[in-house]
């Protein structure tokens, strides 16, 4: 696993569980996969000597997040099987490629345009404006990107950005967000999880909510987008699309991540199969799990706010969280609590929608979460 972050530490766990061994390559000391992965090679992404022995070691290779250079993916894809491979990851590392190969499939995404100069605002569409200026490259939960009403704004922006590339997008009257996760097997087989209905507080993912309370036409059209799109790429492994929903019922891509995704967390204990499983599985040429909904499920994440509800760091009352009988708590490990670091998550089971809701609402201030 290259990447030592808390995908790659429930990575570890759904792999050994099939009895596989992990061995994960990150450069920190401390992280929360190889924590728990049979071996930690502690090195750069890049590092020559670190990449031939994770090849020699490993028979399957895959990545945690996406920033992972391309590179280092390509050169381990000489000695083993890497999924997803690099090129697919190249297009997921890059909104402007990103957004030009969605199109290319046939799939809408919001009104955009590349800005890789001052010169690119200057000619800019009237009609993107007001928008959000998104760094093409290494933004994530809402870092790197801005809300500019005019082309003076989005130029001050730019600069605040380092003069990196950019993409603007229209702001759209949205009406809720989704997401749809695909596991791609190599010989093309394809099975998706429950479609999640998401939430998103200061650009971080907050709630998801399955089943999603989501129109057919709406989840069809989102799992056939999300399919297209996978087999295009020739994907093999994971891949989660984040949907926007728009106001007057239209369905556009707001982007893609080659790996499993906070919102298919739920997974772990509401499918017969979760998508860290998936992961594994595709990695070891077995076959597809099924995808079925075992329980309505809120999954809220619970980040290190949760530690200063008080001013001062304080550990959260787990008892309190647990006492909720259908709260299946997972904590990733990480050794300080930081405002909005994802320091875990916990998924909510009812008997019904209505049940795993109400439970979700008790638990959510006692995380200092907000479900709305």
Known sequence: MMG???????????????????CVLDPAVNSPAGAVADDHL??????????????RRCQAISTEFENVPAAALERLAREARVCPGAQAVSIAQDRIAEKRFVESCGVAVAPWAAV???ADIDGIDAALLPGILKVARLGYDGKGQARVASASQARDAFEAFGATPCV??????????????????????????????NLHHDGILAVSTVPADVDDRIAADARAAAQRIAARLQYVGVLCIE?????????????MAPRPHNSGHYSIDAAV???????????AGLPLGATDLLAPAVMLNILGDAWFVTGARREPDWQAVLSHSGAKLHLYGKEEARPGRKMGHVTVLGKTAADALAQATAIAPLIAQRID
């Open 42 to 55: 502690r090195a750069g992404y890049l590092d020559e000597a670190a990449l031939a022995e994770l090849a």
């Open 4 to 22: 030592g972050g808390q995908l790659g530490r429930m990575f570890c766990m759904a792999a050994q569980s099939l009895g596989y061994r992990v």
């Open 273 to 283: 199969t979760s998508q860290f499983e998936q992961q594994a599985r595709v990695m």
């Open 116 to 118: 890789t100069s001052a």
């Open 168 to 197: 603007l997008e229209r702001r759209m009257a949205l009406a809720f967000e989704l997401s749809v996760i695909v596991a791609r097997t190599a010989d093309g087989g394809c099975a998706t999880f429950p479609i999640a209905r």
């Open 243 to 255: 949907f926007f929903v728009t106001a007057d019922g239209g369905l556009l891509v707001n982007e």
